[in-house]
C-alpha cells in the first residue's frame, strides 16, 4: 500500500525502517520540527533525515491541519495514513483524506493512558503490564477503533527506560499485522470502552517533585519512572535540589516526619515516608544513588555522611 507516514522521534524512525523493509511504499513523512522539551531530547533518531536518504518527501508540521497539508497528502495519493508518537491533534479532514482513512499506533493499553508519557505515568501507578494499541483515528483523541493490541510485563526492578526497548520492539510488526488487516478488509475493529478511559498531560518538573507523604512504594517506582535519561524525581536538602537516581523501599519501619534522614541502610540513606508517617507503621524510602547539584553521582551514604536535618519538596533557607 501507498503509505503517508506522521511519524517523530526513534518510535518513527523505527517505524519507518520497517516500513521500507516491507512490500509497502512510503509516500510522504510528516513529521514535527525539532522541540526544546526535554523529553523530545530523549528518543531522538531522526526520522526525516531517514525519509531523506531514501527520497521520500518530507514535510514538517507542528500542527497538521491546514490546507496546504492536506493538498499534499492528496496529491500524494495514499492508501492509508499511519501515525506513530504524533504529538497534536490531527482534524478529520486531514486524517480521513487516505482511501482507509489514518491508523495511529499509540504507547498504551487504551482506553487507559491516553495523552502523553504513558508508560511513565503506568509505571508510577504500579501497572502489572504495558503496551501498545493500533486503533483507527477519530475525532476523539486516541479513542479510535482498536485493530490491536500488544503488551508485555512489567518486572520489578524495570524503569521507564526499560519499558520503552520492551514496547518499542512492539510497534513494527504490531503496525504491518494492522496494516495488512486494514488491506485485506477481513477485520472487525472493536470499539474501546470509554467508561474505562484515562487521560494523562505531559510530564513537566513538578509531577516529579518528590511529595514525602507518599508510601515508599510508590516513590521508589516514581524514581524508577524517571531515572536516566529522563529528567529525575527529585528533593531539596536545604537549597540544593538532588536528583534521585536509585532508591527502594527501606527493610525496617521508621516513624517521625516525613523527609527526615534518618538511618543507613548498607549504601543508602534511609528517608520518613509515607502518610501519617508520626504512627511508625510505615517503610521509609532508601536513597541508594543520587546526584549532587555539581552534577555529581553519589551513593546516598556519600552523600548524607550526618544523619539529621529534612528533606522537602522546595528549596529552604
Do not use: C
Not at 292 to 297: L, M, Q
Amino acid at each position: 500500500m501507498r503509505i503517508v507516514l506522521f511519524g517523530y522521534q526513534t518510535w518513527g524512525h523505527d517505524l519507518l525502517t520497517k516500513l521500507l523493509a516491507s512490500d509497502h511504499e512510503v509516500v510522504l513523512l510528516v513529521t514535527h520540527p525539532d522541540g526544546d522539551d526535554p523529553y523530545e531530547g530523549i528518543w531522538n533518531d531522526h526520522v526525516g533525515e531517514l525519509a531523506r536518504e531514501h527520497g521520500i518527501p518530507v514535510v514538517e508540521r507542528e500542527i497538521p491541519n491546514d490546507d496546504e497539508l492536506a493538498q499534499t497528502i492528496r496529491d500524494a495519493d495514499a492508501d492509508v495514513a499511519v501515525a506513530i508518537n504524533w504529538r497534536r491533534w490531527i482534524a478529520p479532514e486531514i486524517f480521513s483524506i487516505p482511501r482507509l482513512g489514518t491508523l495511529n499506533t499509540h504507547d498504551a493499553l487504551l482506553p487507559k493512558y491516553a495523552g502523553f508519557a504513558p508508560l511513565n505515568w503506568a509505571l508510577v501507578n504500579g501497572e502489572e503490564r504495558v503496551g501498545i494499541t493500533a486503533h483507527l483515528m477519530s475525532a476523539g483523541l486516541d479513542q479510535g477503533d482498536v485493530v490491536g493490541q500488544a503488551s508485555v510485563e512489567v518486572g520489578p526492578t524495570d524503569t521507564t527506560a526499560d519499558l520503552f526497548h520492551k514496547t518499542l520492539a512492539l510497534f513494527g510488526p504490531l503496525t504491518l499485522e494492522s496494516l495488512e488487516k486494514m488491506e485485506s478488509g477481513d477485520y472487525t475493529p472493536v470499539p474501546q470502552d470509554l467508561s474505562q478511559a484515562s487521560f494523562f498531560h505531559k510530564r513537566t518538573d513538578e509531577e516529579n517533585r518528590i511529595d514525602w507523604s507518599w508510601p515508599a512504594d510508590e516513590l521508589e517506582r516514581l524514581v524508577r519512572a524517571q531515572t536516566d535519561p529522563y529528567p529525575n524525581a527529585f528533593t531539596h536538602r536545604g537549597t540544593e535540589r538532588i536528583g534521585i537516581l536509585e532508591a527502594s523501599v527501606s527493610k525496617q519501619v521508621y516513624g517521625g516526619t516525613g523527609g527526615r534522614i534518618f538511618y543507613r541502610e548498607g549504601d543508602g540513606v534511609a528517608i520518613v515516608a509515607g502518610p501519617q508517617p508520626h504512627k511508625g507503621r510505615n517503610r521509609g524510602l532508601v536513597i541508594q544513588k543520587l546526584r549532587a547539584p555539581d552534577g555529581t553521582v553519589l551513593t546516598g551514604a556519600e552523600y548524607f555522611t550526618r544523619m539529621g536535618g529534612y528533606l522537602t519538596p522546595y528549596p529552604v533557607g
